[in-house]
Each structure stands twice: as C-alpha cells, then as structure tokens.
C-alpha cells in the first residue's frame, strides 16, 4: 500500500531541504550575528534577516526557466540566542543541535587529524552563528547574489561576514560532471522525500511488497511530519517555528587525491582485477555511478545514466558482499536490506546529501598535491541530527561492528592512522579473476577541516524570528502540538485528588500551557506538594505509577533538597544524552571495585572513554550472537528447565545462573560456584548504582570486588599459556600482544569486572520482572508462549520488553550537573543531584500511545530499559539476546503458571528479586528424539 501523500506547503519549506537544485556554482557564507552592544540596538541582524527573506528560494517548482541563482539561510543553535527565541523555544531544540559538533567531537569520533586543534579557526571558535547558502546556474550569477546579501547587510548591520567557501562541479576533459575529487560520481542515491512532488525513482526510497519502491517519509527530512517509525517527533515550540523547517549539518572534508591513487595503484599489483576493481570495491559503485551490485564486472553507461535502473536493487542475494563488499563506502550509507527486515532499519537512519566540490580537478596524468586545497562542501539535511547524521557518521562510517566487521571503517570517509583494513570477499564462481584480498595500511583519505550544526527554518518561521513574535505564537494552540498538555490517565487514582477533568471544546480554543497552568487552583498545587513531601515511602513503593503520573503533571522537574527527580520523557533523554552538563555518578565507586582501574561506566566525556569503548567493541564481534551468546544461553536454559522438573524458581536458578554461565563461556571467566559468583555480582551492582547501602552491604561488596579480581587476573594468566580467542578475556589478551593501547592487564580486568557486574544481575532482574508481568496477564502470556514455541524471537522480545516497561529493573538513573544548566525552562545548577526517571519516561502520554495499555507495536525509542546517549548499557545487544533468549524455553512448557501461594509471588531482597517459583507440566522427550529400546 502506497503511503498518502501528505499536503505540503511548498512555498514556506526552504529549497535546499526537499531537493538539491544541481546547480554547478556555490558559495557559503559563515557569518557571526554581532552582540547587542556591537549593533546598537540589537535589531539590526532581524532586520537583515527579514531584508534576506524575499529572495530566499523556497520547494515551489519553478515554471519555466531555472533561475539564476538561490539563496538558503540555517542559524546555529548560538545564533538563535542572539535571535533572542524565547528560552521556551530554545529549550525544545535537540540536544545535539544546542552543543553543536565542537562539543560533540569525541562522540563522532573527531579524533587525530580530525580532531578540532585541526579545524580551521571559525568552526574551531564556533563562530559561525549564520549559514547563507547559494547556488547558481554561473560564476556571475553566484557574485550577483552575493552583492545582493552583502548589500542587505550594509543596509541594515547585525551582522559580519567570518569567510566564505566557493563549491563548483568539477570539470573533467572540459566538461562540468557530477564528480567528486577522488573521480566517482556522486549524489547518485539521494532518498525521495515524500510529498516533495519530485517523482519517484526506484531504489531511492523504501521497499515496499512487490519488488516496489515508495518514497522516504517526510518527517524523516521535515519536522511536524510522520516519520518511517509513524511519529511525529517531538519539536520546538510553537508550532510555527517548526513545521515545515529541518536541520541542516555543514563540513568542509578534505580530499587527500594523491594518497588515494597512490594507494589504490599499490593494491592493483597484488589483485587480478586491476586498480578500477579495487576502488569500486571500495566505492561499492563503478566510477561512473553504475552499481556494483547490478554490474559487478563492469560499468554499464545504459544503467549509470539511467534514474529509473542506477538505484534499483537490494542486498538481499548478496548478504556476505561477494558483489559490494559489506565495509564498501556506498553500503555503509545506505544497507538498504543488509540488516534485513526488508530495509526498514535504514531507512530510519537515511540523510540527504547537499554540496558541491571546492578545488580543481587533477588529471589522472598529473601529479596531485595534497597540501593544495581540495574536497567537498558535505552538507546533510535531516529532521534528527542524532539518529540520522551522527549514527551513519559514528556506526557505519567509523565503526564495523553492525556489518560483523569489528573495528574496520568505512574505507573512503572513515578515521584512518595508516593501519586501517577491509576485507574484499573473493567470487567462488570467478576465484581467479576475482579471489579474497585485504586491503591493509588504508590511509587518511578525507580530513574534516570543521563544521557545524543548522537549523533550516521555514520561511513562516523566519518572519516570526525576524519580527521578534515568536513568544507571541507561544500562546496559540496547535492540535498536532496537543497543548495544553494532556493530562496522563494515572493506572491507580491517587489519595484525595481527582486529576483535572478537560472540557473536550478545550480543545478548540487558543490557550498558552502557562495560561493553562496558572488556572489551575492554587490550593491544588498546595495539596499536591503538600501530599508528596508528606507521602510515606511505602505508599509510593505500591502506587509508583500514580507517583510518577503526579510528578509529570504537575511537577515534571521537582526539587528535593539537591536533587532534582526528572519525571517527562523528552526531559528524561535530554538529561541522559547531555554528557557534557551531566556526568555519570559511579566512577569513584567503580575505583574501588577495580582497585584503583578504570571502566569506561564510570568515564566522563574523554578520548580514554572513546579509546576504551573501542576496544571492547573490537572484542566484542556482532557474529558472537550466533555462534557463542545464543547457543551458550539455550544450553545452559534447556538443562535447568530440564532439571527442575516441573516446579522452578525463576529468580535464581533460572536468572541468575544462565547469565554466570555466559560469563563463563563468552567473557571467558569461570568459577568454582556459580551462586557465589553470581551473589558476588549482585552486590558489586548494589554497591555501584543504589545509594544509601547498610555498610555492612558496602563492605561484602568490596570484599566480593577482590575475590573477583584474583579469580580474573588468574584467568588472564592461564589464557596467556593457553589462548582462546573465542573469549573476550582471549581477544584482549590478543589485542594486547597486537599493541592497542590501554590494554594491559589491569585495564583488562577492570573491563571486564565492570561487564560482569552489568551482565549477571541485570539479567536476573529483568528476568524475574519481566514473567511476573506476563503472569498476570493471561492473553499476553499466551502470545508470548505462542511467539516461543514458533521461534519467532523478535516478536517473544516485543512482549517480554513491553511487559518490563510495567516494572523495569530500573526505575532511574543518578546523574550530577557539571555546569549550570538550562531543562525545559528550569535551572538546574552545578553540583546538583539528578534522578533521571526512566520508568516514569515510559509512561509519558506527550510520547507514547495509550501508556497504560500493554503494546508491542511500540517503537524501540519508547524503550529506556537500558540508558539512553553516552552511558548507555554496553550490553544492551547483549541483553536484548539473553533476557528473552532465556525465558524463551520456559515459555515453550505446557502448563505454565505461578506456584501456589505466596511462592508463586515476585519476592524481592533489597533491589533484586529472591524468588519467582513457577510451575509446569514437566518437559518430555519429544517422539522424534525417543531411543529404542534397542538403541
């Protein structure tokens, strides 16, 4: 079923968003916004804004004749300041957008000749407040434009010019190409954007049944439109500052040209199929655009200039990249269906390439100077900075683990100091012409010279913000913003107050949330204050549902002496991904489980913490969920359930055990007594994340931190006699005798201390909660067991984490402000405490459907279950296999149910389950695996 086209607006969307214009000239001009005292009175950059506005070009299609030139405008998240948006306003913008990429360097990886020191001075200041973009069909008509803005400028101040970079198509043999430096063809598989008018190209968009194609969801590139998850994305408010505007990422990537050629000639002499095979094994496309994976022999002209046959194709009949290598630059981009499920997962995280070349060609004849300037003005249009352009930059282009690809990098973009590979899978069918080669010693070819994050408004947006009116649409209601905010329908009604009962013609009329709110009685507040501060632990402990509900309505960010509980989901994921203004709280703890060794946990923002991470990425391989997670928990399941005979404490014998075991047969650390082992974790984990532990708790847990380092440091020993790389203890000490740094065996113990003490009472937690919520509702049980016998895992994983949403194994997480921040209007200074709560995020009706309802079609993104931004679980791939992976055989028994009694109840010692008891109709021999009797 095709997708409705949704009605767009095309004369308030900026050009730039819904198309490139393929234009052969360019010219960014960065620009900084002057201070108030720089500009008098400190209108005069509105006023040079709304001088700009009527020759901004907008998504309307041109009748007739192309124009000369187009201009398009993007205002960093500093500039916006300047702008004077309210703090309202502000505050809605994303989080990545409002640190900008200098702030965000080390979580995209910017590292070594990459790394800001390197950038050139404007972006290394974050100068540039004001992005000014033109296009033109000539040179004159590109210097006509600029007259035209530096005019504007003059007329009215506010703001200064910093520089300017020009971008041109590059001529080749005397003729203008769509080529980049490294001589590709480029900008082949921009995605189709729905609604954009532009017809539909296939293999540009979304697969859909029928071998078909459909174009890209428009709230993927526009905000205030569905997205492919079937959400309109929270926005900035009002709703006229973000409708039909996106986000926009700049940087300026050098070229290293001779670097490139000379490498690939080098790796020609040792391949059959000659230097034009290499690169496009690289490229995942022949030179002139035509792909490897329709023409894996040769480039075909009928199919590279064709836009109805150059994108048609999927990955599914080439799954271990015989044809397009799965580290290829292309494939990275874009998997389409490598991951499976029809390419779905991709198109989650597809950008639009905009941008021109700057620097001149250089002949294939002539030698190229790499000190010159040359590259390519990169500029990506998306609606999520942070799950489209940060996770292609920093999961597929500088990371290989999601292709089973461990450390390798994308060949052509990626991070490179000249030790980099990837794996060129030889042709069994043409083994001559075409055998298994690696590529080794990859170079830097492309460094980023800066950059910076944009927002793209709409023209709508831009009048609001060049008059200074946009506090005044704060105060207009929009039905898609559902303000006032709807109050959540609390799962248990709370003492002696009845939630606020909405006219249902509220609806229809103009009100602002702060009009809304100051109507509310005042004796209301009072009670609810009054009922919190008085509330007795107890009650909560019953009723955290309702507790949570109060907290989102009436006080979403509430301060108890230094602590604030943050109770709203979008606060909730802000307060998480904001690493650089809340840092993690554990890391003087975990010193001292280590004995004075570091894990990343309990790292702050650094070049160590990214270093660390990736070398445990290395250690851990995507290929380990088949060949040792899955087949380690299904044995050691399959035993206990076999064992129990029918009547099985879930709790311990099931969910505490299964996951020790894995730490044996995948970490690579035994023991002598799995429940000591396993009790040994729980209290590490007490220990690291619950405050306010009796001493005595503290104390075994230090205690059990020892124990644990001896046993770990005589596994590290013992490996080193008897190595096995099918371990990560083995493939760190591997990676140690190869020279990673920070691999010693102190810092091997200590990661591996800190994954046990996440892998073992994590597990049994989510375990044990998990059933028992299942076990109260019958007809999800059923699907759930149902899900299990036909194996079908993915759906057994939507009913077990749904089911955990009701009672997660973690209700917060503790975080401390490191510099004086700004949520959702509300001041949260340095040195407070923040109890980011998860468990109440999972119930914010302003983010999920019907919150209260037990829903598998809910999005993966409504799931806090493991962290969100930096300190997200390392495990969690770990866990998402295991959790399920071990109630999946329980599941399959006949008979399931609770033990009679208070057996059959969840019993909880401290913060983690004691026991669980179920019983079932004991497992018997299927006929098909009975012996004979004279067998």
Same mark, same amino acid.
């Given at each position: 079923m095709v997708s409705p086209q949704p009605a767009l607006d095309l004369t308030d969307i900026q050009g730039n968003i819904l198309r490139g214009y393929g234009f052969p000239f360019s010219r960014y001009l960065f620009c900084r916004i002057l201070d108030p005292s720089e500009s008098h009175d400190g209108l005069s950059a509105r006023r040079t804004i709304s001088g700009l506005i009527p020759d901004i070009t907008t998504s309307e299609w041109w009748r007739g004749e192309?124009?000369?030139?187009?201009?398009?405008?993007?205002?960093?998240?500093?500039?916006?300041?300047?702008?004077?948006?309210?703090?309202?306003?502000?505050?809605?913008?994303?989080?990545?957008?409002?640190?900008?990429?200098?702030?965000?360097?080390?979580?995209?990886?910017?590292?070594?000749?990459?790394?800001?020191?390197?950038?050139?001075?404007?972006?290394?200041?974050?100068?540039?407040?004001?992005?000014?973009?033109?296009?033109?069909?000539?040179?004159?008509?590109?210097?006509?434009?600029?007259?035209?803005?530096?005019?504007?400028?003059?007329?009215?101040?506010?703001?200064?010019?910093?520089?300017?970079?020009?971008?041109?198509?590059?001529?080749?043999?005397?003729?203008?190409?769509?080529?980049?430096?490294?001589?590709?063809?480029?900008?082949?598989?921009?995605?189709?954007?729905?609604?954009?008018?532009?017809?539909?190209?296939p293999g540009r968009g979304v697969p859909v049944p029928g071998g078909k194609w459909?174009?890209?969801?428009?709230?993927?590139?526009?905000?205030?439109?569905?997205?492919?998850?079937?959400?309109?994305?929270?926005?900035?408010?009002?709703h006229l500052l973000s409708r039909n505007s996106s986000f926009l990422v700049y940087l300026k990537l050098h070229q290293n040209v001779a670097a490139f050629r000379e490498f690939t000639k080098k790796q020609a002499e040792h391949y059959p199929g000659g230097e034009e095979l290499v690169k496009a094994k690289m490229i995942g496309r022949w030179d002139d655009g035509t792909p490897m994976q329709l023409c894996p022999f040769h480039k075909d002209a009928s199919v590279a200039n064709d836009p109805m046959r150059n994108n048609d194709f999927s990955y599914a009949d080439d799954p271990d990249g015989t044809r397009v290598p799965l580290g290829s630059h292309v494939r990275r981009m874009n998997p389409r269906d490598t991951f499976g499920f029809d390419g779905r997962l991709a198109c989650r995280h597809r950008i639009a390439r905009r941008g021109l070349p700057y620097g001149k060609w250089v002949p294939y004849d002539q030698t190229a100077d790499d000190t010159e300037e040359r590259?390519?003005?990169?500029?990506?249009?998306?609606?999520?900075?942070?799950?489209?352009?940060?996770?292609?930059?920093?999961?597929?282009?500088?990371?290989?683990? =999601?292709?089973?690809?461990?450390?390798?990098?994308?060949?052509?973009?990626?991070?490179?100091?000249?030790?980099?590979?990837?794996?060129?899978?030889?042709?069994?069918?043409?083994?001559?012409?075409?055998?298994?080669?690696?590529?080794?010693?990859?170079?830097q070819f492309v460094e980023l010279r800066g950059g910076g994050y944009f927002f793209l408004p709409s023209l709508t947006a831009l009048r609001l913000i060049a008059q200074g009116?946009?506090?005044?649409?704060?105060?207009?209601? +929009?039905?898609?913003?559902?303000?006032?905010?709807?109050?959540?329908?609390?799962?248990?009604?709370?003492?002696?107050? +009845?939630?606020?009962?909405? =006219?249902?013609?509220?609806?229809?009329?103009?009100?602002?949330?702060?009009?809304?709110?100051?109507?509310?009685?005042?004796?209301?507040?009072?009670?609810?204050?009054?009922?919190?501060?008085?509330?007795?632990?107890?009650?909560?402990?019953?009723?955290?549902l309702t507790f949570f509900w109060l907290l989102r309505t009436f006080k979403p960010i509430f301060k108890k002496g230094d602590v604030y509980l943050v109770a709203r989901y979008r606060d909730v994921v802000e307060v998480l991904n904001a690493k650089q203004a809340f840092f993690v709280t554990y890391g003087e703890k975990m010193s001292r489980l280590t004995n004075g060794g570091e894990f990343f946990l309990g790292m702050q923002p650094s070049e160590t913490y990214e270093r660390d991470v990736s070398n445990m990425r290395e250690a851990t391989r995507r290929t380990d969920a088949a060949q040792i997670i899955v087949p380690s928990i299904q044995q050691s399941a399959d035993a206990i359930i076999k064992k129990s005979e029918g009547h099985l404490n879930v709790a311990t014998d099931l969910g505490l055990i299964v996951p020790t075991h894995l730490t044996r047969d995948y970490?690579?650390?035994?023991?002598?007594?799995?429940?000591?082992?396993?009790?040994?974790?729980?209290?590490?984990?007490?220990?690291?994340?619950?405050? +306010?532990?009796?001493?005595?708790? =503290?104390?075994?847990?230090?205690?059990a931190a020892t124990e644990c380092r001896e046993a770990i440091d005589q596994q590290i020993q013992d490996q080193k006699k008897n190595p096995?790389?099918?371990?990560?203890?083995?493939?760190?000490?591997?990676?140690?005798?190869?020279?990673?740094?920070?691999?010693?065996?102190?810092?091997?113990?200590?990661?591996?201390?800190?994954?046990?003490?996440?892998?073992?009472?994590?597990?049994?937690?989510?375990?044990?909660?998990?059933?028992?919520?299942?076990?109260?509702?019958?007809?999800?049980?059923?699907?759930?067991q149902q899900a299990a016998l036909a194996n =079908?895992?993915?759906?057994?994983?939507?009913?077990?984490?749904?089911?955990?949403?009701?009672?997660?194994?973690?209700?917060?997480?503790?975080?401390?402000?490191?510099?004086?921040?700004?949520?959702?209007?509300?001041?949260?200074?340095?040195?407070?405490?923040?109890?980011?709560?998860t468990w109440s995020a999972m119930f914010d009706r302003r983010e999920l459907d019907s919150p209260n309802e037990f829903r598998i079609d809910r999005p993966a993104s409504h799931y806090l279950h493991f962290g969100a931004g930096m300190h997200e679980c390392f495990g969690q791939r770990i866990s998402q296999l295991q959790i399920p992976g071990i109630l999946k055989p329980l599941l399959q028994q006949p008979g399931l149910r609770r033990a009679e009694g208070d057996s059959g109840r969840l019993q909880m010692a401290g913060p983690f389950p004691s026991s669980l008891i179920v019983d079932f109709n004991p497992p018997t021999i299927p006929p098909d695996t009975r012996r004979s009797p004279d067998a």
């Open positions: 192309k124009p000369q030139q187009t201009l398009n405008i993007a205002i960093s998240y500093p500039g916006l300041q300047k702008l004077k948006l309210p703090a309202e306003s502000l505050a809605g913008f994303p989080f990545e957008f409002q640190e900008g990429m200098l702030k965000r360097s080390i979580n995209l990886n910017h590292v070594r000749k990459n790394s800001p020191e390197h950038w050139e001075t404007i972006w290394r200041q974050e100068s540039v407040d004001l992005l000014l973009v033109i296009n033109a069909l000539s040179e004159d008509a590109r210097e006509q434009m600029t007259s035209n803005v530096q005019a504007r400028i003059e007329q009215h101040g506010g703001i200064l010019i910093l520089g300017s970079q020009d971008g041109a198509a590059l001529v080749v043999d005397g003729e203008p190409t769509k080529k980049e430096h490294f001589g590709y063809t480029d900008g082949i598989g921009n995605p189709d954007i729905l609604g954009s008018g532009i017809p539909a190209r459909e174009p890209v969801k428009t709230g993927e590139f526009l905000l205030g439109y569905l997205d492919e998850g079937g959400e309109v994305p929270a926005s900035p408010r009002p590259g390519i003005n990169f500029m990506v249009v998306n609606a999520s900075i942070n799950r489209q352009f940060e996770f292609v930059w920093k999961e597929w282009v500088n990371y290989g683990n =999601d292709f089973g690809l461990g450390n390798d990098r994308d060949p052509i973009m990626g991070n490179h100091t000249g030790q980099g590979s990837m794996v060129i899978p030889g042709d069994p069918e043409r083994p001559e012409a075409q055998p298994a080669h690696f590529l080794t010693d990859i170079p009116r946009v506090m005044e649409e704060l105060s207009t209601y +929009d039905p898609a913003a559902t303000l006032p905010p709807a109050v959540d329908t609390p799962a248990v009604p709370p003492p002696d107050i +009845d939630p606020p009962r909405r =006219d249902p013609t509220d609806a229809m009329k103009p009100q602002s949330f702060w009009a809304w709110l100051s109507s509310l009685p005042s004796r209301l507040f009072a009670a609810v204050g009054a009922w919190i501060s008085a509330a007795m632990s107890a009650w909560i402990a019953k009723h955290q970490l690579g650390i035994t023991n002598d007594d799995d429940m000591r082992f396993a009790e040994h974790a729980s209290l590490m984990f007490r220990y690291l994340f619950i405050p +306010d532990n009796p001493p005595e708790v =503290d104390a075994k847990a230090l205690r096995n790389e099918m371990t990560v203890l083995g493939r760190c000490l591997q990676m140690q005798r190869d020279g990673f740094e920070r691999m010693d065996d102190v810092q091997i113990r200590s990661n591996l201390l800190g994954l046990l003490v996440g892998m073992i009472p994590t597990t049994a937690k989510c375990v044990a909660q998990a059933l028992d919520q299942l076990l109260d509702r019958p007809q999800q049980l059923a699907g759930a =079908d895992d993915e759906l057994l994983s939507k009913y077990v984490f749904e089911a955990l949403r009701f009672n997660p194994q973690n209700p917060g997480l503790f975080r401390v402000v490191a510099e004086d921040y700004r949520l959702a209007g509300k001041r949260l200074p340095v040195g407070a405490r923040v109890v980011a709560l």
